[in-house]
């Protein structure tokens, strides 16, 4: 124990001498310094040469800074720059493109688009949907906006006119302001399709129902509003109606108008709307209701056997009168059987009000109706087949030239089927025959 305590007090001897070999070397190198003759300066000489070398020191001093700095940046990392992205789901589908700005463009997105052509502002467009090239490249499908200056001038002055005139030269309209003016917008069902690279920012679009809604409108920064839509290829407006299944406006087909900007004529607007008649209640189940436009010519509800009964009776009797006038039996069966003396039964049978004993004494006195065929004349007769032969079937023509007498071009056309029938009926043509028949009044 002993021995080990004195191994420890040998060893703080040497600590201490180590110690105060150290501090005398210290005190040495102080009193070195303090005796250095000092540098002397006089007003002129003295603070000029002190001041140059406090500024070659300050130089000296920046030099370094600015070496210092340098080697920093160099040494520094620069951040790696974002790329363009998409995000799309499970099913492949693509729901956003992220930009490098961190800008995210999503289907139904108002947005604008670079135009290629110079001094033109961007495109109006809304982004329909996403799609990828064969070469990966993102596509998007987009519906074009116009603006008023992509719609024809001529256009777009008769729709002011038009809206002048309704609303009291304009005093009421908002469209008058020339900011909110360049706002308006003309939606379209056009589709194009883009590279979404060609996307330069997001805009809000509002839709109004009329120029009066579209008071609350405010111009604000990228902020636009429309009313009407606008077709280029067919130059139609249309009114939009909301509340479709999407929420959003749609095509109104039944209150679209053409703007024929060739003839100034506009279209649209309540005063070129048809004014619709009062509501007629619907016509009772026994056909009682006659409008003023209508003549009622036959009542069903006449009984089977009675009717046929009475047709009989005035087939008859037209069959009488015509064997009378011919003078043979066929004559006869021929007026029996023809439709117009059916049609004169039931007409005559109408006007008695469906009393069988009244039409059947009216028939007596004209069982059979005058015939196209006695209403001509034989030299009309002549004309008519004279028409025929140079002019054909143009019964206009024929009725101006030779028959000016008669009354409608339809009357021509049933006395041609009624010639025609008779003259193949005993094998002629009228065509190629320059004769006519010796009688043609008669059957």
């Known amino acids: 124990m002993t021995a080990d305590k ?3 007090k040998d060893k703080e001897k040497d600590r201490d001498r180590d110690r105060d070999k150290e501090r005398d070397k210290r005190d040495k190198a102080r009193e070195s310094e303090n005796s250095r003759p000092r540098r002397s300066c006089t007003l002129e ?22 070496t210092t700095e340098e080697s920093t940046k160099k040494n520094k990392k620069k951040p790696p720059k974002k790329k363009s992205r998409y995000e ?24 604008y688009i670079e135009s290629r052509r110079p001094n033109t502002p961007y495109f109006i467009c809304s982004i329909q949907d996403f799609k990828l090239s064969k070469r990966d490249h993102l ?43 360049n706002r308006e917008l003309f939606i379209s069902d056009y589709v194009d399709t883009y590279h979404a690279a060609a996307l330069r920012g997001k805009c809000n679009i509002s839709h109004f129902s009329d120029i009066f809604a579209a008071r609350e409108f405010k111009a604000r920064v990228d902020s636009f509003f429309y009313i009407l839509g606008y077709n280029p290829e067919t130059r139609f407006l249309h009114y939009l109606s909301c509340g479709g299944d999407d929420g959003l406006p749609f ?12 003839q100034g004529e506009i279209r649209v607007g309540p005063s070129h709307q048809a004014k619709l008649p009062d509501l007629q209640p619907f016509p009772s189940p026994d ?15 006449v009984n089977d056997c009675d009717l046929l009964m009475y047709l009989r009776a005035a087939r008859s009797m037209a069959a009488f009168a015509g064997m009378c006038d011919g003078g043979s039996t066929e004559d006869g069966c021929v007026a029996a059987s023809r439709d117009d003396t059916t049609l004169n039964a039931l007409n005559t049978l109408h006007e008695s009000n469906y009393d069988a004993g009244k039409a059947l004494q009216r028939l007596v006195k004209k069982p059979v109706p005058k015939l196209i065929e006695k209403c ?15 002019y054909g079937k143009n019964f206009f023509r024929i009725r101006k030239e030779l028959l000016p007498n008669k009354e409608t071009e339809t009357n021509l056309a049933k006395a041609e089927s009624l010639f025609i029938t008779r003259i193949a009926a005993v094998g002629g043509n009228w065509r190629n025959k320059s004769c006519q028949p010796k009688n043609p009044t008669k059957d």
């Open 6 to 8: 004195e191994k420890d």
């Open 45 to 66: 000489g003295g603070a000029k040469n002190y001041a140059e070398s406090d500024h070659s020191e300050d130089e000296d001093n920046d030099n370094n800074s600015a």
């Open 88 to 111: 799309r789901t499970d099913n492949g589908e693509i729901t956003s493109f992220i930009t490098e700005d961190d800008v995210v463009y999503r289907p139904g997105d108002c947005v």
């Open 139 to 181: 596509l998007m499908n987009v519906k074009w906006y116009y603006r008023q200056s992509e719609v024809p001038d001529s256009v777009y002055q008769h729709l002011v006119q038009d809206r002048h005139n309704e609303n009291d030269s304009g005093r009421e309209l908002v469209i008058t302001d020339p900011v909110i003016k």
């Open 251 to 262: 095509w109104d087909k039944q209150h679209s108008w053409r703007l024929n900007s060739t």
């Open 287 to 301: 056909g009682g209701t006659v409008t003023q436009h209508e003549e009622l010519v036959w009542m069903p509800g």
């Open 376 to 390: 001509w004349t034989e030299d009309e007769v002549k004309r008519f087949i004279k028409g025929l032969r140079q």
